[in-house]
């Protein structure tokens, strides 16, 4: 199983960027997702998740700034980031639990992490 990210970058205070990340694999079932992030001296922290049912759950810092969205068909998460500010600046590492087989328990993969950095 593998979680690949993409769509970080460089982008003004202001302006909006999109994350997207898909799991890819041997998998049975996706559960929950999510996005956390890490600034450089900082631990990794929970930006947002969303169950497969699509219920969500946002951290203070970025409620009503940014959007957590999901496509169960193709096993894959969004972030849409409106309005960042420089405070955003960090490498985002999308997050799931996967059931690999029928049967079996979940367990948590990551992805490679993607760099945002927010320009003032």
């Known amino acids: 199983v593998q979680l690949q990210a993409s769509g970080g970058g460089l982008v003004q205070a202001g302006g909006s960027l999109r994350l997207s990340c898909a799991a890819s694999?041997?998998?049975?079932?996706?559960?929950?997702m999510g996005w956390y992030r890490q600034a450089p001296g900082k631990e990794r922290e929970l930006v947002a998740t969303?169950?497969?049912?699509?219920?969500?759950n946002y951290a203070e810092s970025v409620r009503g700034r940014f959007l957590i969205s999901r496509d169960n068909a193709k096993n894959a998460i969004y972030l849409q980031m409106i309005g960042p500010i420089p405070d955003d600046t960090a490498v985002y590492y999308c997050?799931?639990?996967?059931?690999?087989?029928w049967g079996s328990g979940e367990n948590i993969y990551w992805g490679q992490g993607t760099q945002v950095t927010v320009s003032s």
């Open positions: 694999g041997s998998i049975f079932r996706v559960n929950a």
């Open positions: 997050n799931a639990k996967i059931v690999t087989t």
């Open positions: 969303i169950t497969a049912g699509g219920r969500t």
